[in-house]
């Protein structure tokens, strides 16, 4: 790494607060790598948190039949009705990024959602575990 570049990471690194180089280089990596798969278009994990008011007219009805429409990627919903006007939704999916990209998407997107937040990651390899059953 040239020094002008390696100069610009410890500054990074002192920014952020890392303990030192290689904490920093670790998270660096993860990121790319999540980010590459969801690129790429591999299987990856999910969570979308919308919050929106429920008054708005259709909204919860355009936000369950997306739903629907991706019943096979969503593992689990969780509903919370914040205060009078407001709910908030977590879904967790599974699926390919692409189609989990798609998904988010369309939720994010609607009319009347007021505040969104994906976060995805890779799966690690092999994906599935089993607990010896
Ligand atoms: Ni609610």
Redesign the pocket.
């Known amino acids: 790494m040239d020094r002008a570049l390696l100069g610009r990471f410890d500054e990074l690194v002192e920014r952020r607060g890392y303990q030192n180089r290689s904490e920093a280089l670790r998270d660096l990596v993860r990121k790319e790598l999540d980010q590459d798969a969801w690129q790429r278009g591999t299987q990856t994990v999910a969570t979308i948190t919308i919050i929106y008011d429920?008054h708005v007219r259709e909204l919860t009805d355009r936000l369950t039949s997306i739903q629907h429409d991706h019943g096979e990627l969503i593992i689990s919903t969780l509903?919370v009705?914040l205060d009078h006007d407001h709910?908030m939704e977590v879904i967790a999916a599974r699926g390919p990024a692409r189609s989990l990209k798609s998904m988010a998407d369309r939720l994010i997107g609607t009319r009347g959602v007021e505040s969104r937040h994906v976060v995805v990651a890779a799966l690690p390899s092999g994906g599935r575990h089993a607990h010896g059953h």
């Open positions: 429920h509903h009705h709910c």
